[in-house]
């Protein structure tokens, strides 16, 4: 595959780009069949299974670089529903995708957005064929597979192609092209959000996504907004 480098192992595919970045050209993807020392949002581990998928794409000098994790949700929203046939793809704002209220892709978008040299690393894993088994032993209960959700496994070429191919298109677009789409995904949006952030957790209800891909939130004194950063969101009661 066109620009897809293709690892036996490595210990994470975002690290491998950034450690290359001098050498690797624009729109280069990384994809390893063991990912030894995956890393997740806010420090966490991403674990290494072979039956994950983990793929990085790099993209130098972004447009609007800082709505790319929402723009790289929307690639694999589409991509899994051209290749696996499902409707009903969404996302648990900012970087969750859900099938079915299972989490079945995680995506971590990393980078430096000043300057000439500016870039962001799209690190996006994949839950493609463990078992129910899997997550219980991980103690994952929030998390599943395209192999338990859709009953088939799609073939892992097929599926990085789309992955990448989808997330050069929408990274090519305004964010603001993108934003009805990505509005409709989000399920968060009109419920009850307990928002944490070091420590402190703050109730609100989520209303919309702002042009900067932020989740608007509102609560007793008014609307804000909430940046992905550092920020947990969760459901009332539990994860959604
Ligand atoms: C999350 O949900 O917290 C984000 C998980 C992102 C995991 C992917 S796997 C490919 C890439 N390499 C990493 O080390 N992390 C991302």
């Not at 993209?59 to 009903?88: D, H, M, Y």
């Not at 892992?156 to 995904?185: G, H, Q, T, W, Y």
């Amino acid at each position: 595959m066109e620009n897809i480098i293709c690892l036996a192992e490595c210990t994470s595919t975002n690290d491998y780009i950034r450690n290359r970045l001098s050498e690797l050209a624009d729109g280069t993807a990384v994809t390893a069949l063991v990912q030894t020392n995956g890393r997740g949002r806010r420090g966490h581990t991403w674990l290494a299974d072979s039956g994950m998928l983990p793929l990085s794409i790099l993209l130098k000098n972004p447009v609007e670089g800082e709505t790319l994790t929402a723009r790289a949700g929307l690639s694999v929203c589409t991509a899994l529903e051209s290749v696996c046939g499902i409707s009903e793809i969404r996302i648990k704002w900012p970087n969750d995708i859900i099938i079915a209220g299972k989490k079945v892709c995680g995506i971590l978008c990393e980078g430096c957005l000043n300057g000439d040299n500016s870039y962001v690393i799209c690190g996006i894993g994949v839950n493609v064929s463990q078992s129910e088994e899997f997550f219980k032993t991980a103690n994952l209960p929030n998390g599943a597979s395209l192999a338990m959700l859709c009953g088939t496994i799609p073939e892992r070429d097929v599926l990085i192609k789309a992955i990448v191919e989808n997330v050069k298109r929408f990274a090519a677009m305004p964010f603001v092209d993108c934003l009805d789409d990505f509005r409709s995904r989000v399920l968060n949006i009109g419920k009850t959000v307990r928002l944490i952030e070091n420590g402190k957790e703050r109730i609100a209800t989520a209303v919309d996504v702002s042009p900067n891909g932020f989740l608007v939130c509102e609560d007793d004194n008014g609307r804000f907004e909430v940046n992905s950063g550092e920020v947990s969101v969760r459901g009332e009661n539990g994860y959604l």
